[in-house]
């Protein structure tokens, strides 16, 4: 199971990865095996502003739809709308071409409550 040390996670299974003043989020490796073959990414949440913790969107699996959380307080400036055509992104490439957002940082200090890799391991009992 890939859990790369450069990125954050949430308890929600979520990763974040900053880059300046912007957050990648996706799902992780983990996440996306437990969904299974991923057919659908909804987001709707485009320009909107969300507070940590609210959902962003969906994921649509063979198995089941699961929310997504945002992991930080920040507003959605862009969504990887490759997805649209090949949700199968989120599995093959989790951290790569599967990401699904792009958000601004609203609070910078919630990034300090998010999961290190090795704390996202012992949560999911790797």
Known sequence: MNIPSELKYTKDH???K?????A??????????ELG???FVEVETLDEDLSQEEIFGTVEAVKTVSDLFAPITGTVV???ESLEE???????DPYGEG??????IGDPSELESLLSDAEYKELIGA
């Open 18 to 22: 900053i880059e300046g003043d912007v």
């Open 86 to 92: 090949e949700p199968e992104k989120v599995n093959s």
């Open 37 to 39: 073959d991923i057919v």
């Open 78 to 80: 862009e969504f990887n």
């Open 24 to 33: 990648i989020i996706g799902i992780t490796d983990f996440a996306q095996g």
């Open 99 to 104: 990401w699904m957002i792009k958000m601004s």
């Open 14 to 16: 979520e990763w974040v």
